[in-house]
């Protein structure tokens, strides 16, 4: 988490004013001991204000322009992962994984499902029962054996 300018800025001005140790700054702002330290050396150096934030890699390492990714789900929504890395790989010749592909949706916030998951209906059947194709089911089912372990003797009805 970054920390804001604002707060930088008063630790480093509760010790100009010489307020504390470092110790007792960081405890006073709930930061780090190792935070302080960096923000005076850095005043030190001559920079007070953060480094400017760069925002992190572009969707896709900036090889596919922000809408391809979009039109791709808005064609085919219901593709899988690899689907849509072949399909990236036909338009702009480079190939991504199937785990930056899902990163980038999620990123884009882009839903790769017709519809959200739902629960099973209970009135339709959820699975067929294996058998033959063709659908004659002329095979039987092994049914086990009851045996009992037990050394006991049967109890006889008084």
């Given amino acids: 988490m970054a920390l804001s300018a604002n707060l930088r800025e008063r630790v480093l001005a509760a010790h100009e004013r010489r307020e504390g140790s470092q110790r007792v700054l960081a405890e006073r702002f709930e ?25 992190g890699q572009p969707l896709l390492g900036g090889a596919a322009e922000p809408g ?16 849509y890395a072949g399909m990236l790989a036909e ?11 899902c990163r980038a949706l999620r990123r884009a916030g882009l839903r790769r499902k017709k519809r959200p998951c739902t629960r099973a209906s209970r009135s339709g059947p959820t699975s067929s029962l294996p058998g033959p194709p063709g659908g004659t089911r002329s095979w039987v089912r092994s049914i086990p054996t009851v045996s009992s372990s037990s050394t006991r003797a049967a109890s006889t009805p008084a």
């Fill in 68 to 83: 391809l990714l979009a039109a791709l789900v808005a064609e085919r929504p219901d593709a899988t992962l690899a689907e």
């Fill in 91 to 101: 338009r702009i010749g480079r190939r991504f994984s199937t785990p930056v592909i």
């Fill in 31 to 55: 930061v780090a001991v190792g935070t302080v330290n960096n923000w005076l050396r850095q005043a030190r150096e001559g920079r007070r204000a953060p480094l400017r934030r760069r925002g």
